[in-house]
């Protein structure tokens, strides 16, 4: 009888223990873990000298794929390094762009909490050719959109030469032939630096290094409204080549290349389509027209249903929340994109919404939306959840019900080998992609695999809580009695 004893204790170890304490799923780990603010800094004003790269392969609308590298002199100038390429994986360069100019960071944005706003002057752009398909190809498209003073930017016939630059643009000489490419480098208007710390994972090594990106503008997801675009959002982040994750094979290859030496990515593996299962935000996000946002999604595969969560804040560090939408529905079997190498299209039906405000202001506002278009009117408060299915959605929020998306789906695994889910950008324009016509041709941030199929457990229990009620009237859980727990213990102790 003796060995039983530990579990008496044990279960009085429970019964003691704080609710902090209690096993939690990898996905609300992760979501816990954003909305904690995952331990980032951002410097206000940021500071940008060094040499900042993409971590892989970006994919920009249109589509284009692309990978960057940008170097900040203390003196405000910056040389910059586009390298365009003709295939998803970045191992097929098309031609590679070198920018040149001056950056001047002015005040914090009024518009995007945590951004800083800068003027930029381009002083030259430049471009060398890595094939004589591509050198064809540009030179038709700036001869024919181009004004005068490019119409004759490389003559018909132009025999391609290896390693030769050609000038784009000029200050000295007014001349512009760019916006036949679409280039523009509004990106560098807005800007922001976050710093944060990653664990060191090797063995008999402790501690963590420090890790800095840098985000710069969004890109409009419309081709002709990209040139004129002021971004309010971000593009995915470079990293400090000197403070990157690790590891990142992407990286290095990119520190070292240049015009002439354009880098070519390692072989990734091509992974089928595998929805299956419960994916989350791997950081803040942002998205245009300022919305701060989490997203936690559960696809179901063997009947084609999913449920998401958009969690919306006030701050770019996802710590103020504003307001949550569940959402769900179901989706059709993918096809391989023809647009847009490497994804997938689908097509996602949305059924069916819930909404809970999660401070004042957003509780005001739905209160003073017309009766009938979201929800039971003057009924919201904060904390509680409402369903506005029965209201065809809720028009203060942008969300009409029943609906349909287009979407655009890619799966990869990064250099740690874990799962992530790329899901298409959302219209700049704050529109829904409704139309096939406007299903999109680039990405979010990616989500990351936190569970497999089935979730490990939605509403989870453990020992130490029993379900009820709490002041919202979602299911919460309540420590059970230590006189419960100790005859549990006794029953043991008698059955020995």
Not at 101 to 128: F, M
Not at 203 to 211: E, F, I, W
Not at 383 to 404: K, M
């Amino acid at each position: 009888m003796v060995r039983c004893w530990w579990l008496a204790g044990l279960l009085l170890a429970c019964a003691g223990a704080e609710p902090s304490l209690r096993w939690e799923p990898r996905c609300r780990q992760q979501l816990r873990h954003l909305q904690d603010g995952a331990r980032i800094a951002a410097r206000l004003p940021p500071r940008l000298e060094g040499r900042w790269v993409s971590t892989g392969c970006e994919v920009r609308p249109g589509p284009e794929f692309l990978t960057r590298s940008y170097l900040f002199y203390a003196n405000r100038l910056f040389k910059a390094y586009q390298f365009y390429y003709w295939d998803p994986s970045c191992r097929d360069p098309s031609y590679s762009l070198v920018i040149k100019g001056k950056l001047r960071l002015r005040q914090a944005s009024w518009i995007t909490r945590g951004a800083t706003e800068a003027d930029y002057h381009l002083h030259k752009v430049g471009i060398v050719f890595h094939s004589q398909k591509a050198m064809r190809e540009v030179a038709s498209w700036i001869n024919q959109t181009s004004g005068e003073g490019c119409s004759g930017f490389l003559p018909p016939g132009r025999t391609w030469a290896p390693g030769a630059l050609y000038e784009l643009l000029s200050a000295k000489t007014e001349r512009d032939c760019t916006a036949a490419l679409g280039f523009a480098m509004h990106e560098l208007s807005l800007v922001r630096v976050e710093q944060h710390y990653q664990p060191l994972l090797q063995l008999q090594q402790s501690g963590s290094r420090l890790v800095e990106e840098l985000y710069l503008g969004d890109i409009h997801t419309e081709w002709l409204e990209r040139l004129h675009y002021r971004p309010t959002g971000y593009q995915r982040p470079l990293q400090n080549a000197m403070h990157h994750v690790h590891p990142c094979p992407a990286c290095g290859i990119i520190y070292r290349a240049d015009e002439h030496h354009p880098p070519i990515l390692p072989v990734t593996a091509q992974l089928p389509m595998q929805l299956s299962g419960s994916w989350v935000s791997t950081h803040c996000e942002v998205r245009p027209a300022v919305l701060f946002l989490t997203r936690y999604f559960i696809f179901h595969g063997n009947n084609h249903t999913w449920e998401g969560y958009y969690y919306h804040y006030s701050d770019p560090l996802c710590k103020q929340p504003t307001f949550t939408i569940y959402a769900s529905g179901h989706y059709t079997q993918g096809i391989p994109s023809s647009k847009v190498r490497g994804g997938t299209e689908m097509a996602f039906k949305v059924t069916q919404a819930r909404v809970m405000p999660m401070d004042q202001v957003t509780a005001t506002m739905l209160n003073s939306s017309e009766p009938g278009s979201c929800g039971l009117a003057g009924s919201w408060s904060t904390g509680v959840e409402q369903d506005i299915t029965p209201t065809n959605g809720c028009l203060a929020l942008g969300i009409r019900l029943p609906h349909t998306e287009y979407e655009l789906f890619k799966t990869e695994q990064d250099a740690k080998e874990r799962s992530l889910l790329y899901i298409g950008e959302r219209p700049t324009d704050g529109s829904s992609p409704d139309r096939p016509d406007k299903r999109p041709t680039s990405y979010q941030a990616p989500l990351i695999q936190c569970a497999g199929a089935p979730e490990e457990f939605s509403n989870y229990v453990s020992l130490k809580y029993l379900g009820k009620k709490d002041a919202n009237g979602n299911e919460a859980l309540k420590p059970l009695p230590v006189a419960f727990l100790l005859f549990i213990a006794l029953l043991v102790l008698r059955w020995d």
